[in-house]
């Protein structure tokens, strides 16, 4: 499978958002990332559905909302009526993970377990066959920018390897400080969908930065 690029809209211009939707509409993307972070779960506030709404509404592409949310349950519904996609919640804001997934699939969306970068992809072994994609996050969530964390790249061949067995189509996505130089590496891990939003939209022409992705990777 040609490995999916997804920019993250938190690194986005917010005072032209439809430019840069109908930027990413028009280039070699695939994927809207969306990042969703209530101040709680992590220590900064992004944006909420009247932003999720818009971007749905201008967007031609599938989008991917990754929830850095405490109890995520509550709002897996209303994500679902925005239009979303690829949903994911993170394995340590969960404490019933397995009925969080069934509630997303339920919904028909695709059920997505983020990994923060202390947490082990060991943990994954009993629910991986209820999930349809893993995010690992290779920063900090919280804040776009940051730097990536060189052990993620073993952690993405730690669950490539555990899902050959326990889930074959399971889908690996990884978020957080790619970039040209790092994304070889990360689809040789056995990454399928690169999350991407500094190295997008910092660049003067980011439909270009996402061509030189997405051709680096397929
Ligand atoms: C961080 C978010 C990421 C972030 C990625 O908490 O989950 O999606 O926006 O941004 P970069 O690519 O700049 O690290
Ligand atoms: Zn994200």
Known sequence: MATLIAPSMLSADFGKLAADVQMVNESDADIFHLDIMDGLFVPNISYGFPVVDAISRLAKKPLDAHLMIVDPDRYVERFAQSGVKYLSVHIEACTHLHRTL???????MKAGIALNPHTPASLLKD?????????????????GGQKFIESSLEKISDIREMALKRAPHLLIEVDGGVNKENAPLLVKAG??????????????????????LKSICC
Request: net charge negative; glycine share 6%.
């Open 102 to 108: 069934q509630n997303i699939r339920e919904r028909g």
């Open 127 to 143: 629910i991986l066959p209820d999930a349809d994609f893993v995010l690992v996050m290779s920063v900090n969530p919280g804040f």
């Open 191 to 212: 990454a399928d969908i690169l999350v991407a939003g500094n190295s997008i939209f910092s660049t003067p022409s980011p439909a270009e930065a996402v061509r030189e």
